[in-house]
């Protein structure tokens, strides 16, 4: 049975940071594009970021130059280093997978964080 499974999350100030984790299990994610969404209350999902296999990124303008998405292969484990956090950061995080037909398949059950003004 293949999980994701993120942590991690929690309250912090705003300016503060905090660092999301996703371990995959039950397939090797290596050759996967992953990434990072969020859901605030009564909003849409947004993408975050993402990282393809190679290690290439891209981030949503709202994230870019505050947030580094990063992965270790080894330990089929995608990050999500969140720094200068806001208030508009709070929602829960999701972690995610693209398969092999190119839509997002895999997802985790999501963590969530809090930015406290």
């Known amino acids: 049975q293949v999980q994701l499974v993120e942590s991690g999350g929690g309250l912090v100030q705003a300016g503060g940071s905090l660092r999301l984790s996703c371990t995959a299990s039950?397939?090797?994610?290596?050759?996967?594009?992953m990434g990072w969404y969020r859901q605030a209350p009564g909003k849409p999902r947004e993408l975050v970021a993402t990282?393809?296999?190679?290690?290439?990124?891209n981030y949503a303008d709202s994230v870019k130059d505050r947030f580094t998405i990063s992965r270790d292969n080894a330990k089929n484990t995608v990050y999500l280093q969140m720094n200068s956090l806001k208030p508009e950061d709070t929602a829960v995080y999701y972690c995610?997978?693209?398969?092999?037909?190119?839509?997002?398949?895999?997802w985790g059950q999501g963590t969530q964080v809090t930015v406290s003004s």
């Open positions: 995610a997978a693209v398969t092999m037909i190119g839509t997002w398949g895999y």
């Open positions: 990282i393809t296999s190679p290690g290439s990124t």
């Open positions: 039950g397939r090797n994610f290596r050759s996967n594009t």
